[in-house]
């Protein structure tokens, strides 16, 4: 499906962005592992959520859908999944994939998890390791990618693992093994990446603790065994969705919008951040405390944006950022430099050739050094007229569909249909707020 994004003018209103996808997954996948009923309003309706949910009735959970974002799941209990009859398609999902294998690695059966094209290139290695060291068997393809069998076991052993990349997708995957195995699992990242899989488990009675790890970094450990207790679970609204609105207001002078309920989990802010450092201006209004996650309302005002020099560290508060925060570039005035993206190139694509390669084709001077990327803008809109193809990627399609509401000439993504992995309704969202992006008929021109 072929998108288009014409030039808008400033933007206006209040929208509420689609449910968070980290914690959607885990939503359904803790409660999975609950004992008894759990109740789940917020949850993010997108392909890569539903894939999940697909998964986790094949492994035996009842998963009742009784309106739009308002799910009840029977949980089995920790270890109490059934072998599934089918290969288990994660789609476009990443997260899903990763978190499942940890759950899967405690199940003494075995299962088959496949995924698109996307997800079939990424690495699963990160995660196959230590659920290995924990004692599951992986079977994969060259590359330790997608199809993969994973037979698990009811004799985990429990670690210390430490990480060499900060992944919430790891950490997660190992504690949800953990949970399986007695005793102490400990995960080490170089630096934490989001917290909630920690939150929601400590929420269900789970143990857990997080300390500077010996040596550097941080450590978590879980204490395996626990029986979860069943939870009504509130999703905010993504902070990575909310971004994409959030950057077409910050950089169209005029612009007014209000995004409500985001979660704001200081360990995904990194990208609001950034932006208050290039000028943007973004007031947070009723702040509060809402199933464990601070959330609250963005107020966006359009203005005129500066360039940023955003340092590695910050890397995994905002990592699914970067493609958006790179438009807000082009649109600023000046070299911006992005530290430390060796993860971007492992993303649902390689994040930073699709999107050097993305800028160019719009007119935007940017290049890669090393893990850096620097990106210049001149304060004025980019020339934008390319058409760009998603890769199945869908931040690669939206961060182009909000640069081509900022160009001078609109941009066409190919390949839009991904935007419904995690962010069904974008399209009428923007459009709502007064961007104009249109679905353009098969081979028509539009
Ligand atoms: C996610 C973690 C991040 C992020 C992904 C969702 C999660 O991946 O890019 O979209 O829900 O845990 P990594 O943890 O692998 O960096």
Known sequence: MEMQACPHGPLSGEARPPGDKSISHRALMLAALAVGESRIEGLLEGEDVMATARALGALGVELV????GAWTVHGVGVSGLAEPEEVLDLGNAGTGARLLMGILAGHPFTSFLSGDAS???????????????????????????????????NRLVPIVWRSPVASAQVKSAILLCGLHAPGETTVIEPLPSRDHTERMLA????????????GGGVAVTVVGQPELVPQSFTVPADPSSAAFPAVAAAARAGSRIRLAGVGLNPSRTGAYTTLAEMGARIAILDRHREGGEEVGTLEVEGGELAAV??????????????????????????????????????KESDRLAAMAEGLRACGVRCGIEGDDLWVEGDGGPPAGGARIDARLDHRIAMSFLVLGGLAREGVRVEGAETIATSFPGFAELMNGLG????????????
Request: proline letters at 9%; charged letters at 25%; glycine letters at 10%.
């Open 119 to 153: 997800l079939r290139r990424r690495p699963m290695a990160r995660v196959a390791e230590p659920l290995r060291a924990m004692g599951a068997e992986i079977l994969a393809r060259s590359g330790c990618r997608l199809p993969l069998a994973i037979t698990g076991t």
């Open 309 to 346: 020099d955003v340092p590695a560290e910050r890397a995994p508060a905002m990592i699914d950022e970067y493609p958006i925060l790179f438009v807000a570039a082009a649109l600023a005035r000046g070299r911006s430099r992005f530290r430390g993206l060796a993860e971007l190139r492992v």
């Open 435 to 446: 961007a104009r992006i249109a679905t353009l008929a098969p081979g028509g021109a539009g």
């Open 65 to 68: 859908r009784r309106g739009p």
């Open 203 to 214: 929420g269900m009675g789970a143990e857990l603790r997080t300390a500077p790890a010996e």
